[in-house]
Each structure stands twice: as structure tokens, then as C-alpha cells.
């Protein structure tokens, strides 16, 4: 009994050890998600560009895009010219030339090797494909109108018979920009809008479609992505620590894990952490604009009530993002937002770090119920060597008892045997 509490009281100091480092862990990703707001990378100047269409035409900017709305038609998109060949295996070995690189072909090498040969050459001016047919088909591996002369086969040795009527000439993706006729060799195009790459990836049978090249500026979405991506570790973390404290100790443990349940219960520490988290969401930080000077400034919050009650999430600090609000932030003030998230992001690590960090309280609390654990393990091992001393001394006692019992049997019997012989006797 002495060692089975020991033992219960090593499985709750394990389960409360492992709750520790699995909230540690959590707060750790979260200082590391509030440290992306202080990078100076996440405010760096950047064009945004849309696509009406980025099915059809897509595009990306590069500084100094030209700002404002373009209209891109495509009536044809570029492709490599192309033969086929019907191809022979030989029976001895072979050397072909495509457009002046040679290429050996063994006794009975088949097309699917041949293509791989070809394929593989990182000087080729070609790709090669076999259909299943048999036919192989070489392709420029660029893409443009090159002329009537292209893919030029010399093969003496006949493994490659070109298919008559097979060529097709490359093709320059055609379209227009505001109306203007341009051509391109590919269908990724650099030079129709300056500072701006367009992808063709269809036509547009269904009219021009509209390209917005917007003003340089501190990049919304980046940012949006970055504010989303902590409030989603935000809550995660705020929901462990809650599940901690609010679940009681099992009535009448009868397990390893129920015995390690309820560990954290009402734990003091973790309460006032989130009471002090919660503060610097919340409270307007000293030193900036008060339009711009809390989280909820831009957006992010516990959400609005429905029907002037609160949600469950809300009350239990959950944060919300208004996407809207963040963006229309971004635009009109820009620096106010990076003041904002810096400021706000410095003043939370104050708050986790000495709490998280390695070397911090959780750490240091782990380490202490590390230190008991190992002493009651000491202690179980040397109750359970004293107990097997024990054992073997209990052991040594019964069986002198079985023996003095065995004589004590052995002379009553003997005394009853001689009592009837004199009882005979006597007779």
C-alpha cells in the first residue's frame, strides 16, 4: 500500500509534467508567431496586381509597375514546334543527330530508352515523347515561331522515319494590350505592361480581360496572412490553457492517466497568465496615436455580440479578424499599422517569454517535478528492497515453523503410539 501511493503520486507529478511542457510548447510558437510582426520584411513596399480572369491571364509585379487598369485579350497562346518519326529498333549499333547533337543508339535499344537518352541531354535543343502507338515525337523545348527549319534528324542507320505531314511549326502567343497587336515567343510575357509579368493560360473568347496594377504600399494580404496565422496559435494556446485549469482532479482515480487528470486544476500561475494576455490584447498601447494605438484598431478582437449576448469564444477570449477593417487600415495608414503590430507584438513577449522560454517558470516548474519524480522512484526502490529483505526473513521464519511443526507431529504421534502400547500392556 505504501508504494501504491507512492506510485499514484509519481503518475499525477508525470501528468502534471507533461501538461507543463505541452502549454510551454504552445507558448513558445506563439512568442514566435508574434515575433514575425517585428520583421522589418513583413512592411517592405510592394505593388499589388489583379486579375479579372487569373484562369485565363494572371499577374504578378515587380517596383515600379505602371499603376492603373489594363485590358489583355489573347487570340493565341505559344507552343513548341514538333515531328514525329516512326522509330525502328536496329539491329546493330547507331549514331542520329537532332539538330546537331549526337545521340548513340545500342542493338536492340527501344524508343522508350531512346526518348529517355534524349530527354536527359542538357544540351538538347529537344524533348522527346512515345506515344504508344510506337511513334516518337520531338519538341522544341522552347516555345515560339522558329521558321520552317527546325527539329533537323539525320539518321543514317533509318531508326527514326519522320511521318509524313506530321510537322508543325512553333507558334508566337498572339494578343493585345489596351488594343495594341503584340506577339511573344512565350506565353509568360515581361514587356506588354512595364514592371508587370503576364501568364497567358487561355484565350478569351468572352472579351479583354482586366489587369489592376495597384499603387506601392505595405502588402495587405502578407499582412492579413501573418495577423490570421496568430490568432489562429492565439486561440489554440488560450484553449489548452483553459482545458489545464478548468478540468478537476478525478473522484476516485484508478488509473495512471486518471491519476495525472486535473493535474493543472485552478493552477494560480496560469490564471494570472491569461489574465495578463488578455490585458495586452486589449489595452491601448501608451506612446501612439489613439486611432491607431490598439488591436481592435485594426480589426482584430473577440467579435461583436449576436442578439446582444455574447458567444461562448467571445467570453472566453477568442479573437476574431475583421478582414475589412485590417486592409482599410493598411491603406490609410500604413505606418500606424507597423507602429502598432511592433509595439503590441514587444509588449506580449514580455508577458510569454518569461513564462515560456527555456530557463522560464514552466521550465523551471517541469525540472521540479522531475526532481520528485526521480526521489520517489528512489524511494519506491528502496521500500521494495527492503521489502523483499523482508520477504526472504518472513520466509526463513515459516519454514522453521514448518519444521519445528513437522518434529511436534512426528513426536505426538510417536507419544500416541506409546500411549497404546501401554494401554495395551496395562490390559
Do not use: C
Amino acid at each position: 500500500m505504501p508504494i501504491t501511493r507512492l506510485t499514484n503520486e509519481q503518475s499525477k507529478l508525470q501528468g502534471e509534467q507533461e501538461q507543463i511542457q505541452s502549454i510551454q510548447s504552445s507558448l513558445q510558437q506563439l512568442s514566435f508567431a508574434a515575433d514575425e510582426f517585428i520583421l522589418p520584411s513583413l512592411y517592405e513596399s510592394s505593388q499589388g496586381v489583379t486579375s479579372s480572369e487569373p484562369t485565363r491571364v494572371s499577374a504578378t509585379s515587380s517596383s515600379g509597375a505602371a499603376i492603373g487598369g489594363h485590358e489583355v485579350e489573347v487570340k493565341q497562346l505559344a507552343n513548341s514546334a514538333q515531328r514525329s518519326f516512326t522509330f525502328t529498333s536496329p539491329t546493330a549499333a547507331d549514331t542520329l543527330t537532332i539538330d546537331g547533337r549526337e545521340y548513340s543508339v545500342k542493338a536492340g535499344e527501344t524508343a522508350k530508352e531512346l526518348a529517355a537518352s534524349i530527354n536527359s541531354d542538357g544540351k538538347g535543343t529537344v524533348y522527346a515523347a512515345v506515344l504508344e502507338s510506337g511513334t516518337m515525337v520531338l519538341s522544341d523545348r522552347a516555345t515560339g515561331n522558329n521558321g520552317a527549319e527546325f527539329i533537323k534528324v539525320s539518321d543514317p542507320g533509318g531508326v527514326l522515319a519522320e511521318q509524313a505531314g506530321s510537322a508543325k511549326e512553333g507558334k508566337n502567343a498572339e494578343f493585345t494590350v489596351d488594343g495594341v497587336a503584340e506577339t511573344a515567343s512565350s506565353n509568360t510575357v515581361t514587356s506588354a505592361i512595364a514592371g508587370v509579368t503576364l501568364s497567358l493560360n487561355g484565350l478569351t473568347p468572352t472579351g479583354p480581360v482586366t489587369i489592376d496594377v495597384q499603387p506601392p504600399g505595405l502588402s495587405t494580404s502578407a499582412i492579413e496572412s501573418q495577423v490570421q496565422s496568430f490568432v489562429k496559435a492565439y486561440n489554440s494556446t488560450i484553449e489548452a490553457i483553459q482545458k489545464q485549469i478548468s478540468t478537476k482532479p478525478v473522484a476516485k482515480p484508478s488509473s495512471a492517466s486518471e491519476y495525472g487528470t486535473g493535474a493543472l486544476y485552478g493552477d494560480g500561475e496560469l490564471s494570472s497568465l491569461l489574465g495578463r494576455m488578455r490585458e495586452v490584447m486589449y489595452e491601448p498601447i501608451s506612446g501612439l496615436e489613439s486611432s491607431m494605438s490598439s488591436l481592435s484598431n485594426i480589426g482584430v478582437s473577440t467579435g461583436a455580440a449576436t442578439g446582444g449576448v455574447s458567444s461562448q469564444s467571445s467570453i472566453e477570449g477568442h479573437l476574431t479578424l475583421n478582414a475589412a477593417t485590417l486592409a482599410e487600415a493598411v491603406k490609410s495608414n500604413p505606418s500606424g499599422v507597423e507602429q502598432l503590430l511592433q509595439s503590441w507584438s514587444s509588449s506580449l513577449q514580455s508577458v510569454l517569454n518569461p513564462v515560456a522560454e527555456p530557463g522560464g517558470t514552466l521550465e523551471a516548474r517541469s525540472q521540479g517535478d522531475s526532481s520528485q519524480i526521480r526521489e520517489l522512484t528512489t524511494q519506491i526502490t528502496t521500500m521494495n528492497e527492503l521489502l523483499a529483505v523482508r520477504e526472504k526473513a518472513l520466509q526463513a521464519t515459516y519454514a522453521q515453523l514448518e519444521s519445528v511443526i513437522s518434529q511436534n507431529s512426528s513426536q505426538s504421534t510417536w507419544l500416541t503410539s506409546e500411549t497404546a502400547k501401554i494401554t495395551a500392556n496395562s490390559i
